[in-house]
């Protein structure tokens, strides 16, 4: 782990920091709040596109392409776990004496600044981090917010606030929350994943455990009780568990969800007092994700009533089961699921709002995941009425997996009536355009740049003067760490 007094200082010495592989979602969200902080901010990715567009329009110097004289006048250089240390930016760094930061070490640095709060786990990090931002936002709080997806409510994935706590996703990639000290966590789940960097499951079990280890000594940690691998796992801090089961702290009693999206749902709180949320989210999955966020946000004491209100007008992150066009009783949705089990809670949440046809594009996300997890996703679809799948998406800087999986390996695996491999993502656009009857809700499924497709359709539905594409969609895809 890093000597944290060292990336302190170099933070709070820089006036001119630069930022390698600015544009993945991480890294875009640590250079709007420099850039909010008063920093002179520039950064580089490897192309141009819609990410580095949006940051030059916040006041970030972008540069398509990495060069090594980009990095002129830097005083420091923060770069995404994705860089590799070839990288001529990094290299000119360190032939300069420039301090050279990971994008965790300068999140880690920011957050011993501040009430940190943290939120680990495989899945719904991005989602439960917005909603406690939203929750302690409107409860007056003022939290600074460092996401790991454009939360609505938020205009984008940071916000500098000028209250006490800092809410971060605690992603689990390369190790990276082991540079995070939050004196408060939640982690929702932890299931076999990123396996291309952490070899074995046992291995990311000890790092969830490093995590809580590294919080301090009065720490809270907030864990799903209904995901058994979290149950099980002996964590040294005062512990609230949320979940079904009858011993939960937060216990979760009731579901119930809306035709068209939404649910309500009834908690006990660890006093025992019952009460009925509504919130705009789809899915049981996310009604333990916003009872993690009341588990924190009453920890903080935040009043209840302004929880409920927050809950109430939260409208969700981009790519999380998120609406992109409704016309003439088609129903088009994306979701930046990428692991069976996200697939799957995707899928069911659709079942317990649509009561029409369901048709899905997937995208799977690295060679590697598909390889390893390649029996979970072939069941991971028994529900819907047809399956597209798209070519394997591969980020830069992720190898390909040995066993060289293709997507067709996986329709080889799926027992399912209606499944079919398209060769790139204009084949499936075409066959989705087929697919656009009343009745039908197609769901766009995956974490690598599926999302065109989504925004395509969208012009199938209507006419772009009567709707504007851009309120509609996610500003851009993914970035290579999910």
């Known amino acids: 782990m890093r000597d944290r007094p060292t990336a302190a200082d170099a933070l709070a010495r820089s006036r001119r920091p630069h930022l390698v592989g600015v544009a ?7 250079a709007t709040l420099l850039v909010d902080l008063g920093h002179d901010v ?10 580095l567009d949006a940051l030059a329009a916040r006041g970030v110097r972008v540069f398509a392409g990495h060069r090594a004289e980009q990095i002129k006048g830097a005083d420091l250089v923060i770069c995404s776990a994705a860089v590799p240390e070839e990288n001529p930016e990094l290299v000119a760094a360190r032939e300069r004496g420039l301090p050279v930061l990971t994008h965790a070490q300068a999140l880690g640095a920011l957050m011993d600044q501040r009430v940190g709060i943290g939120v680990a786990g ?35 994935s940071a916000r500098l606030g000028h209250g006490p706590e800092l809410v971060a996703e605690a992603d689990e990639f390369g190790r990276r929350f082991l540079e995070l000290r939050p004196r408060f966590a939640v982690i929702t789940g932890i299931e076999p994943d990123h396996l291309d960097y952490y070899g074995t499951f046992d291995a990311i079990l000890h790092a969830f455990r490093q995590f809580v280890d590294g919080m301090p000594a009065d720490g809270v940690v907030v864990t799903c009780e209904d995901e058994p691998n979290l149950a099980a796992l002996e964590l040294p801090r005062r512990r609230l568990r949320y979940g079904w089961r009858g011993h939960c702290d937060w216990r979760l009693e009731r579901f119930e969800p809306r035709l068209g999206g939404g649910a309500a749902f009834t908690v006990r709180d660890p006093a025992g007092r019952r009460g009925r949320y509504e919130m705009g989210l789809t899915g049981r999955h ?16 935040v009043a209840e009533q302004a929880a409920r209100e927050g809950l109430a007008s939260f409208q969700g992150t981009r790519r999380r089961f998120e609406t992109v066009a409704k016309k003439d009783g088609v129903w088009v949705v994306e979701d930046y699921a990428h692991h069976p089990t996200a697939v799957a809670a995707t899928l069911e949440a659709a079942r317990e709002v649509h009561d029409g046809r369901i048709v899905v594009l997937f995208q799977p996300h690295t060679s590697h995941r598909t390889a390893s997890l390649l029996e979970d996703f072939a069941r991971a679809f028994d529900t819907a009425d ?9 980020p830069a800087g992720r190898e390909s997996s040995p066993e060289s999986v293709t997507s067709g390996d996986l329709l080889d695996r799926m027992y399912h009536a209606a499944a079919d491999v398209v060769s790139s993502l204009g084949e499936a656009l075409a066959a989705l355009r087929e697919e656009l009857a009343p009745g039908t809700l197609v769901l766009t499924i995956g974490a690598g740049d599926v999302t065109s497709v989504a925004r395509e359709l969208i012009s199938a539905l209507t006419d772009s003067d009567e709707i504007d594409a851009g309120e509609l969609t996610g500003v851009a895809p993914a970035g290579s760490s999910a």
């Open 24 to 30: 993945g979602t991480g890294m875009r969200s640590l």
């Open 42 to 51: 520039s950064g580089s990715d490897l192309a141009a596109g819609p990410a």
């Open 122 to 156: 495989t899945h719904g990090k991005s989602t439960t981090t917005a909603l406690i931002a939203h929750l302690l936002t409107v409860a007056g709080r003022d939290p600074t917010l460092v996401g790991g997806a454009d939360a609505i409510d938020f205009g984008g």
């Open 286 to 301: 996310n009604a333990a994700n916003a009872v993690a966020a009341l588990a924190i946000v009453q920890e903080l004491g």
């Open 386 to 394: 047809r399956v597209i799948l798209a070519p394997i998406y591969q």
